[in-house]
């Protein structure tokens, strides 16, 4: 199931990401069924909310999405992390 880090790594934070390049981004981790597709919104609508990504749209759609400067961090820390925890298993 696709989660929150996922999503924000398939979002650009220097230029804005279309939904095409979002989904390109994702990958293997593409929704397939439309409840998943439904839980991809929803999340995407709650990093909005919380100021994580910001969302425009263009007749009910989303067109394009970029991170926010708290976003961006957040995938940053969840990056380091990752690098940190290889690091210790050399």
Known sequence: ???????LSAIGSTEETSFSEFCQALGDDIPDEKAEW???FRTLRELERHGFVDITEAGGK???MILTEPGAARVRDKLDAKRDLLQRMK
């Open 1 to 7: 199931m696709i989660n929150e880090e996922t999503i």
């Open 38 to 40: 439904a839980k991809l």
């Open 62 to 64: 989303v067109y394009s």
